[in-house]
């Protein structure tokens, strides 16, 4: 993003730029047309002769209103695990994130449980077992092909016996267009219901930087399946802008708890929106 805002202040500092073209661009930053559109409002208002700066500043503005303020942290109950759902398309990274999130918390004396629920791949299962042992967290998992709810539910007990102040639920990627794959989700969202009429407690649906303005429509339908509490923005490590948490919070109301900036468990940070502002714009 950083990038991104450079080359508008170089672009749009000539005299005789294009309204639309700036429009455009900000719309190629992931901000989403609803945004770009009020930026460009706003500075057409503005009825003067406008620099690049001018241009950053009230698009660093338009971002700051919109995105809430530093949110609490996830903080775990005295008298039973916190339970978070981690959701997302194929391949955003959701086992690398839920595997990130587990170390993050264990490194500040947490004690976290992590479930299996990708059911359908036996790499997957492989892949949170390694995390696993690296970690030293316990992974629950279940048969090849079996329920996944049923995983969701021996996690749960699992993370009351070894009383653990956290169960993470890492689970399958599936299509937010897929009707069957969907269902499954509010099931294992049920299903967790039973356990703890509060459980889940978070419901983070992780989306690729890389991917743009398609994340939208994927937390869109997600949101609609079982109500999200949050996103993990991944990738940003990549040519990824994040700008997409912009009309993600705009238009549903959720709002980024984590980033992933590489491959390795320390690559992961509690989004700070502050910094997002001030480094990423
Ligand atoms: N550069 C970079 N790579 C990441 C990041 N997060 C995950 N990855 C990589 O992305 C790939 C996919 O990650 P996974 O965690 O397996 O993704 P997933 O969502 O669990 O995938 P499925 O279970 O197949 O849906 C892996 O190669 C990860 O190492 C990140 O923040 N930055
Ligand atoms: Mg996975």
């Not at 759902?85 to 004396?109: E, H, P, Q």
Request: positive net charge.
């Amino acid at each position: 993003m950083a990038g991104f805002f450079k080359s508008l202040i170089a672009k749009f500092s000539k005299p005789d730029f294009d309204w639309d073209e700036l429009e455009a661009a900000l719309i190629g930053g992931d901000l989403g047309p609803k945004l770009a559109m009020q930026i460009v409002d706003e500075l057409r208002d503005q009825g003067r002769k406008l620099n690049g700066q001018d241009i950053v500043q009230v698009a660093r503005d338009h971002v700051r209103k919109i995105i809430p303020p530093s949110l609490p942290p996830l903080l775990p109950f005295n008298d039973r695990p916190k339970v978070l759902l981690i959701v997302g398309v194929n391949g955003t990274g959701k086992t690398t994130s839920t595997a990130k999130l587990a170390s993050l918390l264990t490194s500040k004396g947490k004690k976290v449980v992590l479930a299996a629920a990708d059911t359908f791949r036996a790499a997957a299962v492989e892949q949170l077992e390694v995390w696993g042992q690296r970690l030293g967290i316990p992974v629950v998992k279940g048969a090849p092909n079996c329920d996944p709810s049923g995983v969701c539910f021996d996690g749960y007990e699992r993370a009351v016996k070894e009383k653990a102040d956290y169960l993470i639920v890492d689970t399958a990627g599936r299509l937010h267009t897929k009707h069957n794959l969907m269902e499954e989700l509010k099931k294992l969202h049920r299903i967790l219901g039973k356990k703890d009429p509060t459980s889940p407690h978070e419901v983070l649906l992780v989306v690729d930087a890389t991917t743009g303005s398609n994340a939208l429509m994927q937390a869109k339908e997600f949101h609609k399946a079982i109500p999200l509490t949050g996103l993990i923005v991944t990738k940003l490590d990549g040519s990824g802008k994040g700008g997409i948490l912009v009309p993600i919070y705009q238009e549903m109301k959720v709002p980024a708890r984590f980033i992933g900036l590489g491959e390795r468990a320390e690559d992961f940070q509690a989004f700070d929106p502050k910094q997002f502002v001030e480094e990423l714009l």
